[in-house]
């Protein structure tokens, strides 16, 4: 499946308690921390949704808003790939964390390029996996309303019922060696070390 037949959508949820103020829009060189991963989203898929139940902080950004109350009140991941998946043009979505800006599109490309004829293609290291940053396709829509029904927000516990592709690390390394694609900002640690590999890159370092 190629990027542009899919939709991205990003999960700009949570709320940022560790960084005591909304981490997405924290600067990050010359654009937010979100601005980089809207770029890198918005030339590669066919449609950029953005899940947040902040709609007003993201109205300059060249994505679709959606609102995450679709299926229950409370705010969780599962939740948002729900709301994403309801309102994406396409079957295929692929889900990013809002926290994650330098995902690189070829490692998304490739994530896309092995999901036709699986319901979630994820990666994986070891028994560790990356729920936001995988493909979910609409097919999940009626496990994930079960959890959501019952209060159970844990993404992974409807893989058991869905034909899953699991996507190995170490075959991501060709397209990100230093795995940057998955480095999330919770933190004022984190926050730390996207300024440094921001400036390595501005060095021409990466």
Same mark, same amino acid.
């Given at each position: 499946m190629q990027p542009k037949e899919m939709s991205a959508v990003i999960l700009a949820g949570g709320k940022s308690s560790r960084m005591g103020e909304n981490k997405l829009l924290m600067p990050l060189g010359e654009k937010p921390v979100i601005g980089h991963l809207t770029d890198t989203l918005k030339n590669l898929f066919g449609e950029?949704?953005?899940? /947040?139940?902040?709609?007003? &902080? #993201?109205?300059s @950004? *060249?994505?679709?808003?959606?609102?995450?109350?679709?299926? !229950? +009140?409370?705010?969780?991941?599962? &939740? %948002?790939?729900?709301?994403?998946?309801? &309102? +994406?043009?396409?079957? #295929?979505?692929?889900?990013? &964390?809002?926290?994650?800006? @330098?995902?690189?599109?070829?490692v998304l490309? #490739?994530?896309?390029?092995?999901?036709? %004829?699986?319901?979630? /293609?994820? *990666?994986?290291? %070891?028994? #560790?996996?990356?729920? $936001? !940053?995988?493909?979910?396709?609409?097919? !999940? $829509?009626?496990?994930?309303?079960?959890? $959501? /029904?019952v209060k159970n927000y844990k993404v992974t516990a409807f893989f058991p019922f869905m034909r899953v592709r699991y996507v190995d690390m170490a075959d991501l390394v060709p397209f990100d060696r230093e795995q940057l694609t @998955?480095?999330?900002?919770? /933190? *004022?640690?984190?926050y730390k070390k996207a300024l440094a590999v921001l400036a390595k890159s501005v060095k021409g370092g990466l």
């Open positions: 950029c949704i953005m899940v /947040t139940d902040t709609p007003d &902080a #993201y109205v @950004f *060249p994505v679709r808003v959606v609102q995450d109350k679709i299926c !229950c +009140a409370q705010k969780n991941s599962l &939740a %948002g790939i729900h709301a994403g998946l309801v &309102a +994406a043009t396409h079957d #295929y979505i692929m889900v990013v &964390a809002g926290d994650m800006p @330098f995902v690189r599109d070829d490309s #490739y994530l896309c390029n092995k999901c036709e %004829g699986y319901d979630v /293609t994820i *990666p994986r290291e %070891g028994e #560790y996996l990356q729920p $936001l !940053c995988a493909v979910y396709h609409k097919n !999940c $829509l009626p496990q994930m309303e079960k959890l $959501l /029904t @998955f480095l999330n900002i919770n /933190t *004022p640690e984190d």
